[in-house]
């Protein structure tokens, strides 16, 4: 049997993040899957869903708002480039990329 951490570790820490990613490894996964989408700006970051919604509950669209901006209402917000560093190799990752 295979275990694919799913969104990294979702249910242990914040789907798609670094902090996620680090926690599927800690557990010894064999696979982690994780969704991408684009920025306003092209930068490939980690999300499932079409809209970031912050804590405030202000819903910004990804494919209309820089990164910068973004991360101000989502600190904890992951490039791909910081996900497969923090990953660094160790296991096989599943990419999703998402439309739009």
Same mark, same amino acid.
């Not at 669209?61 to 904890?76: A, G, N």
């Not at 497969?84 to 990953?87: E, K, N, P, V």
């Not at 190799?89 to 998402?98: A, H, S």
């Given at each position: 049997m295979k275990i694919i951490g799913?969104?990294?570790? /979702?249910?242990?820490?914040?789907e798609?993040? !670094?902090? %996620?990613?680090? /926690?599927?490894l800690e557990h010894h996964v064999d696979e982690i899957e994780f969704d991408v989408r684009l920025t306003k700006d092209h930068v490939p970051i980690l999300l499932h869903d079409p809209h970031l919604v912050d804590p405030a509950g202000n819903e910004l $669209? @990804?494919? %209309?708002?820089?990164?910068?901006?973004? &991360? &101000?209402? &989502?600190?904890?917000l992951a490039t791909l480039e910081e996900a497969? %560093?923090? @990953?660094g190799?160790? !296991? $096989?990752? @599943?990419?999703? !990329? &998402?439309p739009h």
């Open positions: 799913h969104r990294g570790a /979702k249910g242990l820490a914040p798609n993040t !670094v902090a %996620s990613m680090l /926690k599927a $669209p @990804i494919m %209309s708002t820089d990164f910068d901006e973004l &991360k &101000k209402h &989502k600190p904890d497969l %560093s923090a @990953i190799g160790r !296991v $096989p990752v @599943i990419i999703e !990329v &998402k």
